[in-house]
Structure formats: structure tokens, C-alpha cells
């Protein structure tokens, strides 16, 4: 179910999970194509957002934007990541499969969303998202939510040897390759660069995506365009 996450960081920090079901639904989609209004409304409503959810343009590449104000139109910014110092201000990422990388100030300055498929991460996003936020690593929270999990994300050896030999400090993230194939670990590359950043307290939800299907979306098991909002916000 659609829930709001227990999670370390300050009490005026906020963390709410979207699934497939919400309220009566089992078909519930955060994606603003196919969103209907009034179950916005009803997510608005029963978990007390301070505005209606606003979604980014992600492309799976490495930009991240600050929120100054509230934002009010869908798709405006091409980023996957957004990060705001004002209060009751939402910034949330879609994913199916991919992984939501939430990070928080220890004392509730400021929050921010990451939207990290291995593309993104391919790219350092969460360091340059970091190094725009311009933060102490040492007050800094981490939250990784749901994905897809190792065992159900296979990958090609040329994407294995692409990856470490950029990112070579990731090998440990990747299986053993058999005939060919590997499987990546997505929240053990965002720890490792989380880690490299100097970012140690570091929460993690361990649900697959893949796995399971009457909870989560997902893209490698169902092809659907249905999406799940990862949100962050101050009061």
C-alpha cells in the first residue's frame, strides 16, 4: 500500500512511497499521462501534501535542478534530480525498476530526490547533485528505496566492463560473469558512491520491484508505462 516510510532523518522530513494500490486502487500510476485527477487528490488529501504532486522530465542522465518555489506544471524541468531549502516544497521522482535516492540535512535543512537508473549513475549523478547542493557530507542522510534487485537485473559483460572501467571501485555490485551475462546491483553502486562522497548513515528498503508485481510496477517484468513517485519534503 501507498505509505509514508519511518525513516532517520529530522522530524520535520517527510518521505512518502507510491505503489500500484491506493485507496480501493490497484492500478495506481503517478506517471502525468495517465494519472487521473482525482486520485491526486485523494494522495493530496490522506497524506497531507502541502501541494499536488509535480513530476520532472526524466531522461536518464545526470542534471539535477533546484526548486526554489513550488512547482506547478508536470515536465517542466529535464532532470532526475531535484533538490529545494524551502519548506513544504515536493520533490519526487517516478520509477519502475529504477532506483529513488532520497537525501535529507540531519537538522531538516534541505532535501533532495535522485531518480538513479545505471544510466544515471553511469554518469554521477547523485555526486553532481550533491556538489550543486553544496552540503557537509557529515549531515547528510541517505535513503534508498525500492528496485529492482540483483538476482533480477541481468546485464551484458561488455555493460559490466563499460562500467568498471569507468567506474572500477564498482566491481563488487556485479556477479560473477557466466556465459556472458551479470547481474548489477543498483543500491550497492549508489552506496559505494554515496560512500565515496563521504555519505555514511544510509537507510535502505530491500524490496524488488520485480518480484512484486501486485505491489510495485515494473518495466524488465511488464513493459508498462505505470509508474511509482518516490516524495520528499520539509515542514
Not at 519502475?96 to 540535512?105: E, F, G, I, K, S
Not at 557466466?178 to 543500491?187: D, E, H, R, T, V
Request: overall charge negative; some cysteine.
Amino acid at each position: 500500500m501507498t505509505h509514508k516510510i519511518k525513516s532517520q532523518f529530522a522530524p520535520n522530513i517527510h518521505l512518502l512511497q507510491t505503489t500500484k494500490q491506493f485507496a480501493g486502487l490497484t492500478d495506481f500510476d503517478v506517471h502525468p499521462a495517465h494519472i487521473h485527477i482525482d486520485h491526486m487528490q485523494q494522495l493530496q488529501d490522506e497524506f497531507e501534501l502541502p501541494h499536488p504532486l509535480i513530476i520532472q522530465q526524466q531522461e536518464h542522465k545526470d542534471r539535477a535542478v533546484e526548486y526554489n518555489d513550488i512547482p506547478t506544471t508536470n515536465f517542466r524541468h529535464r532532470a532526475d534530480a531535484c533538490f529545494t531549502r524551502q519548506k513544504n516544497t515536493i520533490c519526487a521522482v517516478m520509477t519502475a525498476d529504477c532506483l529513488p535516492v532520497m537525501l535529507a540535512d540531519k537538522n531538516g535543512q534541505w532535501v533532495a530526490a535522485i531518480h538513479c537508473g545505471w544510466r544515471s549513475l553511469f554518469q554521477n549523478i547523485i555526486s553532481k547533485t550533491f556538489s550543486k547542493i553544496q552540503a557537509n557530507p557529515i549531515y547528510t542522510q541517505a535513503y534508498l528505496g525500492p528496485c529492482i534487485q540483483q538476482p533480477h537485473y541481468e546485464v551484458d559483460e561488455d555493460f559490466v566492463i563499460n562500467f568498471t572501467n569507468i567506474h572500477p571501485d564498482t566491481e563488487l555490485a556485479f556477479s560473477p560473469i557466466i556465459n556472458g551475462k551479470s547481474q548489477a546491483n543498483l543500491q550497492e553502486i549508489a552506496n559505494i558512491q554515496l560512500h565515496k562522497l563521504g555519505i555514511l548513515e544510509i537507510q535502505t528498503c530491500t524490496d524488488c520491484t520485480f518480484e512484486q508485481a501486485p505491489k510495485y510496477p515494473s518495466w524488465r517484468r511488464d513493459q508498462s508505462p505505470q509508474r511509482m513517485a518516490t516524495l520528499i519534503w520539509m515542514t
